[in-house]
């Protein structure tokens, strides 16, 4: 890490959005005290993460980048020594473990062994063994990282569930639209630093301008892209996509076409594209957030 | 302050039964600790069965009675080894941050692991004097010395297991634990677990008598063979408590280590 100030308001969701190896996961680590810092201060819910790592450990929820299962266990057992852990009293673990496997539909599967989970299960999982002792600050490392979209919308809902019901989120994907969809705040984080910082819509109007993504047929890309550049700011081409910054917005969608067609130039496709985080990424970094638009793989089968 | 201690002790025994239900569920934990010795027990016993024969060895009712000590020393020394890739484990699908971010007491985290390899070493302690029984063997201390033979197999395996932790800690591999197996057979051949001190050869007698094993084997022998004494479980302890401090302080450097290093 190359030195970061963040603040996160209470109740808050924080989308921490970096490609990998950014310092997404050395933040994380450091704040829930599984790593101590070499420099400057850290503050989780009040307490400092090394001079009182205790009384943020009882404050904190974490479900980790790889789900931390033992797969011998079976999810119930999870759930009992999560509580456990935290100091609840037997009767309060059995409560709340029922109540959190029925919350995030694993209660039917309760006593088969986690390594029988799917991907989306084990992160249900993990999610639900974070919340068990009420966490006023939850912090999840990539929780949708290799989930298929299903599970991926799941996550998002409980997540956002979980916030209105008052807990701090802080999050960290690579996903532009995890972040767009969840945060309230997003941090763009490249190279152990902080790139950009501010509300998802806040920092795509810093962006502005829409851009015409144009797919010309039979090789006129070339003049196309002489006759688009007097409509805005030309954008390098990318797999054959001309693209342009439109100054106007929408409004110059139609000027351009009619004056391709003049030209006798034929439009196979045409898309305006509003600015996205990645862009943001760009702009600040000068290259693509890693991955940026790719979907999440489909889930992993269920390992014994 | 008793309130804290019995919260402890509740973590200490919920991590201890989840390492316990570990090694039933996946047999290449349990494997080690009781099928190896036992196989080595049978091979050494019918194989070398005529070396109470020799002069020097010393007077004992059958070479069985003087093998179930060597067997519960290697039972021990691999529930450490078991332990440890256990350890390892966790470390590499990350449980162990799971436990590193609860508001527990880092010494929990291996203090549940290393009592369940206790509990383990007790169970081990209990089949060989039960399977020796069953084979003719004789326990000379009666039932104080099986007891006391039990109780020194589980703290052997405890101490081991603190060794195991250590390693595990330190390497955060399971490959590389693993790859202590055959050091441990390396270690017990050189001192008295299999054979009289008094019948090596030199160096091997020289190391023998360095070597705490010696006094563990010994300290688990003689109730065995001889009967209860204070000297034998003295002896025993004293063994037991060079591996366990040894153990202890380098399972401790190694915690402070992760925990600085991540």
């Known amino acids: 890490m190359a030195g970061i100030d963040l603040e996160v308001a209470e ?127 939850l912090f999840l490392d990539e929780p949708t990282t290799g989930l298929d979209p299903v599970s991926r919308i799941t996550i998002w809902e409980e997540v956002r569930k979980l916030n209105d019901e008052g807990t701090t989120v802080f999050l960290t994907t690579q996903y532009l639209e995890e972040a767009d969809q969840l945060a309230d705040r997003v941090g763009i984080i490249d190279d152990g630093r902080m790139a950009a910082e501010g509300t998802p819509a806040v920092l795509k109007a810093q962006i502005g301008r829409p851009r015409l993504e144009l797919t010309i047929a039979d090789g006129g890309a070339e003049r196309a892209e002489q006759i688009i550049v007097g409509f805005g700011e030309a954008m390098p081409a990318r797999d054959g996509v001309l693209m342009v910054g439109l100054e106007r917005g929408a409004s110059d969608i139609a000027p351009i076409v009619r004056a391709l067609d003049e030209a006798g130039l034929h439009v196979e ?32 089968a269920p390992t014994a | 302050m008793r309130k804290r201690l019995a919260a402890h002790a509740r973590v200490v025994a919920a991590l201890s039964r989840r390492s316990i239900r570990q090694a039933f569920r996946r047999p290449q934990f349990l494997a080690p600790i009781i099928v190896f010795p036992t196989l080595f027990l049978a091979v050494n016993t019918g194989g070398a069965g005529r070396a109470v ?67 383990l070493g007790a169970l081990a302690g209990v089949w060989f004097l039960v399977i020796g029984l069953i084979f003719g063997a004789h326990i000379q201390g009666g039932v104080a010395g099986f007891l006391v033979v039990v109780a020194e197999a589980s703290l052997c395996a405890g101490a081991f297991g603190a060794l195991g932790a ?44 360095w070597n705490p094993m010696s006094l563990i084997a010994e300290g688990l022998r003689d109730p065995i063979v001889y009967g209860l004494s204070w000297s034998a479980v003295g002896k025993g302890l004293g063994g037991i408590a060079i591996v366990m401090s040894l153990g202890g302080v380098l399972s401790a450097l190694a915690m402070r280590r992760r925990l600085s290093v991540g």
């Open chain 2, 53 to 119: 024969d020799l002069p020097a060895f010393p007077k004992v009712h059958g070479f069985l009675d003087f093998q179930l000590a060597g067997s519960m020393t290697q039972s021990a020394m691999l529930a450490g080894v078991s332990a440890g890739i256990a350890l390892a484990l966790d470390i590499e699908i990350g449980f162990i941050d799971r436990l590193v971010v609860a508001p527990i007491s880092r010494a929990a985290i291996v203090l549940g692991r290393l009592s369940a390899t206790a509990v």
């Open chain 1, 11 to 137: 109740q808050e969701i924080y989308a921490f959005l970096g490609p990998n190896g950014a310092g997404k996961t050395t933040t994380v680590r450091m704040l829930t005290t599984l790593l101590k810092p070499s420099g400057g201060t850290a503050r989780v819910a009040g307490y400092d993460v090394v001079a009182d790592a205790s009384s943020v450990r009882r404050s904190i929820g974490v479900a980790l980048q790889e789900a931390a299962l033992d797969p011998l266990m079976t999810g119930r057992e999870l759930m009992q020594l999560q509580a456990t852990l935290h100091g609840l009293s037997r009767a309060e673990t059995n409560r709340r473990s029922e109540a959190l496997l029925n919350r995030v539909g694993l209660i039917e599967a309760a006593d088969r062994r986690v390594g029988t989970y799917s991907g989306g299960m084990r992160r249900r999982l993990d999610l639900a063994s974070a919340l068990v002792h009420d966490p006023k600050v």
């Open chain 1, 269 to 300: 496709s045409l898309n305006l594209v509003h600015p996205t985080l990645d862009d943001v990424f760009v702009e600040k970094t000068g290259r693509h957030l890693e991955g940026a638009g790719e979907q999440p793989e489909e889930a992993e």
């Open chain 2, 166 to 209: 250590a390693l595990a800690l330190r390497a955060q591999t399971a490959s590389v634990v693993q790859g202590i197996f055959p050091l441990v057979f390396v270690v017990l051949f050189l001192s008295s677990a299999f054979f009289p001190r008094n019948l090596l050869l030199q160096p091997a007698r020289t190391i023998a008598d």
